[in-house]
């Protein structure tokens, strides 16, 4: 092969690359993604963005990506939007027939170890990270953090997508134990407007929602209204 037919290839591979960094299948959409969740005392706050792209085209600007499972458990879901989709309705669909045949709500730590068995045991074919969290009686407000290859680990806190690798550094300044629900949903938000101006896979509007013993409460913030800046 001569050097130009090998400078032709470089550059088919990298514009493939570049126009699908993902390695979706025909046809797939990605949340390319800013998603996050942040334990307080008494619950949890989970957030996300709200762009769904395919390649460089952004396919939804005000997708959900915090789905309920249960009464007082939700999931972020990051990576392909029809795996995470299909493997919410599944956790949906076991905790309702867990909570029916035991007679009392499911725990958020059931909750993620069934995410967690689906997404191990069929590695090979989905590409799916989410983060799981809720609230319980056994143990209050807990986030459970799934990545791609199917380990599951309690956190402190959690973050996830694309958009997470830009605030590493202000997730870990902003973060400390025992914050207030106002504090936490604070952070959330500032977080993941600050991941938004960043990312390019990452942007719409903010979605959060604020789990307690007492229920769910879920808002959103427009994109003409985000908190970034210091």
């Known amino acids: 092969m001569s050097a130009a037919m090998h400078v032709h290839a470089a550059a088919t591979a990298a514009a493939s690359a570049s126009s699908n960094p993902y390695n979706l299948k025909p046809g797939e959409h990605s949340t390319g993604t800013t998603i996050m969740a942040v334990p307080f005392e ?11 792209s395919t390649g460089t085209y952004i396919a939804v600007r005000v997708a959900d990506k915090i789905t309920q499972v249960h009464d007082r458990i939700w999931i972020c879901r990051s990576g392909s939007a029809a795996d995470t989709q299909a493997l919410t309705d599944y956790i949906k669909h076991y905790l309702g027939q867990l909570a029916v045949e035991t007679g009392r709500a499911p725990t958020v730590k059931v909750a993620a170890n069934l995410m967690r068995k689906l997404i191990y045991e069929n590695k090979d074919n989905l590409m799916a990270g989410v983060i799981v969290g809720g609230w319980d009686p056994v143990d209050g407000g807990s986030v459970y953090n799934i990545p791609l290859g199917g380990t599951v680990m309690k956190m402190p806190f959690s973050i996830g997508g694309s958009g997470s690798t830009y605030i590493y550094g202000l997730v870990d300044n902003k973060f400390r134990e025992g914050m207030t629900k106002d504090e936490a949903k604070a952070m959330v938000e500032k977080c993941i407007s600050h991941a938004m101006a960043r990312d390019g896979s990452s942007g719409g509007i903010i979605r959060t929602v604020v789990i307690t013993e007492d229920g769910c409460d879920k808002q959103f913030i427009p994109g003409d209204k985000l908190p970034y800046g210091p």
């Open 42 to 52: 008494g619950g949890v706050v989970m957030g996300a963005d709200s762009r769904t």
